[in-house]
C-alpha cells in the first residue's frame, strides 16, 4: 500500500477487492493474504470512520469468501483479535438518537451478516464457546437491523407507488377537461414567480452545500460512496436469513453439544431474537420460491 496516499484516494481500492471476493468464491485464494495484509496496514494507519468501516466490510467479504482461510491469516498476521474487537466496536456504536453511527446501508449490513453467519460455520477449534456466543449475538443484532430497513423501504416504496398513482389522476382547478392551463394565468403566473424560484433555488442550492444533520456526531460523511445499492453482486441472491438458519442446523447437526451450549448461555431477549429470525427466514423461503415461480411463468408466456 501506498503510504503516501491519503485516506480518499484509498477507497475505489477495497471496493475493487470486494468484487473479487464476491465475484471470484473459490478461485483467488492465493490473493486473500495479500489483499488483507494491505487491509490492515492501511486499517491500522486510516483516521476515517467509514474507511475503517469499509475495511471491516472487506475482511467481511473475506470470511464470506474462506472464513477458515482468512481467520488463519488473521492469527497469522497477529491482528485476530484486534480487528475483531474493532469490528464489534464498531457495530455496537450508536448516535445520540440511538441509531446506529456506522454500516447503516443494507448493503454493508448484508456484508458484516454474511461474515458473522460464515464464522459461526467455524468448527470449535478456530471458535470456542465464548467466541461463538459472541459472534451469535451480533449477527442477531444485525439481522434484525437489517430485517427492519429492508421492511422501512418497502413501506416507503409502496408510499412513492402511491403517491404516483394519486398524482397521474390529479387534475388540478387550473386546468380544463383537456388538461390544459389557461395561457394568460400562465404568463402572469411566470412573471411573478421566475424572481422568487430563482432566488428560492439558490436558498435551496447553499444550504444543500452546507447541510449537515444534527444528529450526525461523527466526523465523516459517506455520501459519496452511495452507489453501493445499485451494484449487482451474487450476493444479492443470497439470503441472510436463509444463510443463518442453515448454518445453525449444520452446527445443531455436527455439534449437538456445542449448540445446546449455546442455547443454554443465550439470554431470553436473544432467544427470542433468535426464534424471530428462524421465523422471518421462512417466510423468506416462501416469497422467494413464489417470486421463482412468477418469473418462470413470465418467461413462459413471453
Known amino acids: 500500500a501506498d503510504k503516501d496516499m491519503e485516506d480518499n484516494d484509498i477507497v475505489p481500492a477495497p471496493k475493487l477487492i470486494e468484487v473479487v471476493f464476491q465475484n471470484c468464491r473459490g478461485q483467488v485464494d492465493h490473493w486473500v493474504e495479500p489483499y488483507l495484509r494491505i487491509t490492515v496496514e492501511r486499517l491500522n494507519r486510516t483516521q476515517k470512520t467509514y474507511l475503517k468501516c469499509l475495511f471491516m466490510q472487506l475482511i467481511a467479504d473475506a470470511l464470506y469468501y474462506n472464513a477458515a482461510l482468512t481467520l488463519s491469516i ?26 446506529r453511527a456506522n454500516f447503516k446501508r443494507e448493503h454493508e449490513k448484508k456484508v458484516c451478516c454474511l461474515g458473522l453467519i460464515s464464522l459461526l460455520a467455524l468448527p470449535a477449534d478456530l471458535l470456542p464457546g465464548e467466541a461463538l456466543g459472541r459472534v451469535f449475538r451480533a449477527t442477531l443484532d444485525l439481522l434484525v437491523a437489517y430485517k427492519d430497513q429492508v421492511a422501512e423501504a418497502a413501506k416507503e416504496e409502496e408510499a412513492e407507488a402511491e403517491d404516483d398513482d394519486d398524482m397521474d389522476g390529479f387534475q388540478t382547478d387550473d386546468e380544463d377537461e383537456d388538461g390544459n392551463v389557461d395561457d394568460k394565468e400562465m404568463g402572469i403566473l411566470a412573471e ?6 430563482t432566488l428560492t433555488l439558490r436558498k435551496l442550492a447553499e444550504q444543500a452545500k452546507s447541510f449537515r444533520p444534527a444528529d450526525d456526531d461523527d466526523d465523516d460523511s459517506d455520501d459519496d460512496y452511495s452507489d453501493d445499492e445499485e451494484l449487482q453482486s451474487p450476493i444479492d441472491d443470497v439470503d441472510p436469513f436463509i444463510f443463518f438458519v442453515d448454518t445453525m442446523k449444520v452446527i445443531q447437526s455436527a455439534d449437538p453439544l456445542r449448540f445446546e ?42
Do not use: M, P
Request: charged share 25%.
Open 74 to 99: 488473521l492469527q497469522k498476521l497477529g491482528v485476530a483479535s484486534e480487528i475483531f474487537h474493532l469490528w464489534f466496536f464498531l457495530l455496537q456504536q450508536v448516535k445520540k438518537s440511538g441509531l
Open 261 to 302: 451450549s449455546l442455547s443454554q448461555t443465550l439470554e431470553f431477549n436473544y432467544q427470542a431474537l433468535a426464534n424471530g429470525v428462524a421465523q422471518h427466514a421462512e417466510q423468506r423461503r416462501v416469497e422467494i420460491e413464489k417470486e421463482k415461480l412468477e418469473k418462470a411463468s413470465a418467461a413462459t408466456v413471453s
Open 192 to 197: 411573478d414567480g421566475d424572481e422568487a424560484d
